[in-house]
């Protein structure tokens, strides 16, 4: 059983940063890929990013490559997504997840979600 906490949501301008941090608790994390979704209103929850369990492999969407970076902490129980260049189109509830599948990128193949977290992008 793996429970997770996200945090670091908010407002933010068109062209900033933020980072988003992902608390897992369980024995366990260290064997899981962990990977990154978002949801906006009125669509279906789509992949942002995932890492491998070693973090020796990562994969991201075409829209955010080159802006948005997923990393983990197996130590800490922690895995994180620094986003840049945010526009208003990232605006979404983020929502980290835990798969048993390497490098999944459909939500059906995640095992654990946490709740969500805000992220709002002004123009």
């Known amino acids: 059983q793996v429970q997770l906490v996200e945090s670091g949501g908010g407002l933010v301008q068109a062209g900033g940063s933020l980072r988003l941090s992902c608390a897992a608790s369980?024995?366990?994390?260290?064997?899981?890929?962990m990977g990154w979704f978002r949801q906006a209103p009125g669509k279906e929850r789509e992949f942002v990013a995932v890492?491998?369990?070693?973090?020796?492999?990562?994969y991201y969407a075409d829209s955010v490559k080159g802006r948005f970076t997923i990393s983990r902490e197996n130590a800490k129980n922690t895995v994180a997504l620094q986003m840049n260049s945010l526009q208003p189109e990232d605006t979404a509830v983020y929502f980290c997840?835990?798969?048993?599948?390497?490098?999944?990128?459909?939500?059906?193949?995640?095992?654990?979600w946490g709740q969500g977290t805000q992220v709002t992008v002004s123009s």
């Open positions: 997840a835990a798969s048993r599948y390497i490098l999944a990128g459909n939500p059906s193949s995640y095992d654990y």
């Open positions: 369980g024995r366990t994390f260290s064997s899981y890929s």
């Open positions: 890492i491998s369990w070693s973090a020796g492999n990562t």
